[in-house]
């Protein structure tokens, strides 16, 4: 157990339509990442966000958003949902030094677009 | 940009059989470097990191790997190789910049693990 828990582990939704993906990151972990992991483009860094500020940016679509509150919980919003973005989404947790820490990723939330 | 390349999509192996997974980043700096696995099912876990010092890193599992600047790789290796280990093993390169951190992914090497 990482200690990173994200709900829900299954969604499937219809083209078109908005879910919200959910992300507890680990105990006195200020940040937070989303990653996207699909066939065609394996894993893919969307976007982090650090004590409730974005602070890097990856490939994320418009379409999608995500913000993090003062509890340091995570959201991860799609929106208009395609067929294309049927994919296994993570959040991953670290806490931040002058190096490159060690991120804790959770299980994952596997999205279904039909 | 950075990019991480994993040469082999698939390797089988018998288990008692060493094993070698071969990894290749593009990085302008001082590289970050990781490796972690992923089991069907779950999320993925850090078997070790590089970041300076001794080429040479021991990792959980009994995995280590070296990092070779000359040659841009940080291959992952195993002595012995036991039938929990198949599993999906990714290649990985970190930038950093103040607090803005991110991860950039090989493609993965399935591990298939023959009795």
């Known amino acids: 157990d990482s200690g990173v828990t994200q709900t829900p582990k299954h969604l499937i939704t219809a083209t078109g339509q908005r879910v919200t993906l959910r992300c507890s990151p680990r105990?006195?972990?200020?940040?937070v990442y989303w990653y996207q992991q699909s066939l065609d483009q394996g894993l893919q860094f969307l976007i982090q966000y650090y004590n409730g500020e974005e602070r890097a940016k990856g490939n994320i679509l418009e379409r999608f958003s995500a913000q993090q509150f003062p509890d340091l919980h995570s959201e991860l919003n799609l929106s208009s949902l395609e067929l294309g973005d049927s994919a296994l989404y993570f959040c991953a947790s670290s806490s931040i030094g002058p190096d490159h820490t060690e991120a804790f990723f959770g299980q994952g939330t596997r999205l279904t677009v039909v | 940009a950075q990019s991480v390349t994993q040469p082999d999509i698939h390797i089988t192996v018998s288990e008692g059989a060493s094993l070698e997974l071969r990894c290749n980043y593009s990085y302008g700096a001082t590289p970050y470097l990781f490796w972690y696995v992923q089991s069907p099912g779950q999320g993925l876990q850090l078997l070790l990191k590089?970041?300076?010092?001794?080429?040479l890193v021991q990792g959980i599992k009994g995995f280590e790997a070296e990092f070779k600047r000359s040659q841009s790789s940080f291959n992952l290796r195993k002595p012995s190789v036991h039938w929990s280990d198949a599993a999906e093993y990714f290649c990985?390169?970190?930038?950093?910049?103040?607090?803005?951190?991110?991860?950039?992914f090989g493609s993965g090497t399935q591990l298939t693990v023959l009795p």
């Open positions: 990985a390169v970190g930038q950093l910049s103040g607090s803005a951190r991110q991860l950039t």
């Open positions: 590089y970041f300076s010092g001794d080429t």
């Open positions: 105990s006195g972990d200020l940040s």
